[in-house]
């Protein structure tokens, strides 16, 4: 696979698509190696990101990183190829990159890549896209885990969410067989109990959150902003009013009501039928 074969069928916005074509014809990848090769390596994924973002500065809105980034998805590639993934979760998985700058596009009016500090999990071939739902596989201290983390526009319906399950099992089984009964969690603004004040009992959030255990919840957290209203650079009375959770949750955040992020851990029968 080449650079333009993986950027088309990834999906950008053609305003995206354009500098991306348009920086590539200067950029050599070679010359990033010292920065790049360490967002492969554990421990080390900071240092690199640092050194490329020193290296490719000016980058305001990081879409030359974006271009590194996805020449490193070419690495990444070989190495879905050696382990036999199949393609099909690769180009899922690496879709993460235009669902957020396509995302930004939308709401700022230009193509803009804030996720440059996570985006190495990928790479690593730590972190997973199966079916809705993505899979990170962590170690900690030396208790292995998977954190389950939930796409924007993810269908978090019942049989979406088992057949999501049932693919990272058989996954996990197969391609790294150490994390093939490793407990799940979900660290996530969708775990809030806060939650059930805002949505109806039956949502498909509430049904998604039912199927973990609350392990901890952050009230004072406002992470949930990013994740609720397209952009939260403004006072609290102008966000968004687009959806009912938007409404309801502006109108509570206004009230002194708390949302907040909170840490579940997956039950034994989740999302049963």
Not at 51 to 69: H, N, T
Not at 200 to 207: F, K, T, V, Y
């Amino acid at each position: 696979m080449d650079f333009k074969i993986l950027t088309k069928k990834l999906g950008f916005c053609e305003e995206a698509e354009r500098f991306i074509f348009d920086f590539d014809k200067n950029y050599r990848h070679a010359d990033f190696a010292p920065h790049w090769e360490k967002l492969y390596a554990a421990g080390e994924e900071a240092e690199g990101l640092n050194g490329l973002r020193a290296a490719l500065s000016p980058d305001p809105d990081g879409m030359k990183i974006l271009v590194c980034m996805l020449h490193c998805a070419l690495h990444t590639h070989e190495a879905y190829r050696a382990r036999g993934i199949p393609d099909r979760i690769f180009f899922e998985t690496m879709r993460f990159l235009p669902r957020f700058v396509n995302a930004r596009a939308r709401v700022y009016g230009r193509p803009i890549f804030p996720n440059d500090w996570w985006f190495y999990r990928e790479l690593s071939l730590r972190e997973f896209r199966l079916g809705a739902l993505e899979y990170e596989m962590l170690a900690d201290n030396g208790e292995r885990k998977i954190s389950v983390h939930i796409p924007e526009k993810a269908d978090l319906s019942p049989p979406s969410l088992r057949a999501s399950l049932r693919e990272a099992r058989k996954f996990f089984a197969e391609f790294f067989p150490e994390y093939a009964d490793a407990e799940m969690y979900c660290d996530s603004w969708l775990m809030s109990p806060a939650l059930k004040e805002l949505l109806p009992a039956s949502s498909n959030i509430l049904g998604f959150q039912n199927g973990f255990e609350l392990v901890r919840w952050d009230k004072e957290s406002d992470a949930c902003l990013d994740w609720i209203f397209p952009r939260r650079d403004m006072p609290p009375e102008q966000l968004a009013e687009n959806t009912s959770l938007q409404r309801k949750a502006k109108a509570y955040l206004i009230g002194g009501g708390k949302i907040g992020w909170a840490l579940g851990k997956m039950k034994k029968h989740p999302f049963a039928e």
